[in-house]
Nanobody, 123 residues
Framework: VQLQASGGGLVLPGDSLRLSCSVS?????????IGWFRQVPGKEREGVSC????????YYLESVKGRFTFTRDNAKNMVYLQMNNLKPEDTAVYYC????????????????WGQGTQVTVSS
């Protein structure tokens, strides 16, 4: 299973970005849960959002609720994280990962990881 995250960049506070994660290797995004995590140097990886398998319930970190939206394209086998009204504290490397078992918000519950994409929010 391979995951490829993309879409990061340098933006101003209040701007938007859409992260993409392509999944290949026989892992269907509509059958398994996928999560987005972020990490800054010196801190643990933090769960940002997750979409469960059918029926596709979504979960969000409290600090991103109302600003981030997790979507899924089953036909393309991709997931996305639309990030609006970005704040400097959203700066991090963002990763997508496939859920294995356990708590959706814990990185230890995930098995396969993409390489990460850098998001920098700065004026």
């Amino acid at each position: 299973v391979q995951l490829q995250a993309s879409g990061g960049g340098l933006v101003l506070p209040g701007d938007s970005l859409r992260l993409s994660c392509s999944v290949s290797g026989g892992y269907s995004v509509d059958y398994y849960a996928i999560g987005w995590f972020r990490q800054v140097p010196g801190k643990e990886r933090e769960g940002v959002s997750c979409m469960s398998s059918k029926p596709g319930n979504t979960y969000y970190l409290e600090s991103v609720k109302g600003r981030f939206t997790f979507t899924r394209d089953n036909a393309k086998n991709m997931v996305y994280l639309q990030m609006n009204n970005l704040k400097p504290e959203d700066t991090a490397v963002y990763y997508c990962a496939t859920h294995n078992s356990g708590n959706y918000g814990s990185s230890s519950s995930y098995r396969y990881w993409g390489q990460g994409t850098q998001v920098t929010v700065s004026s």
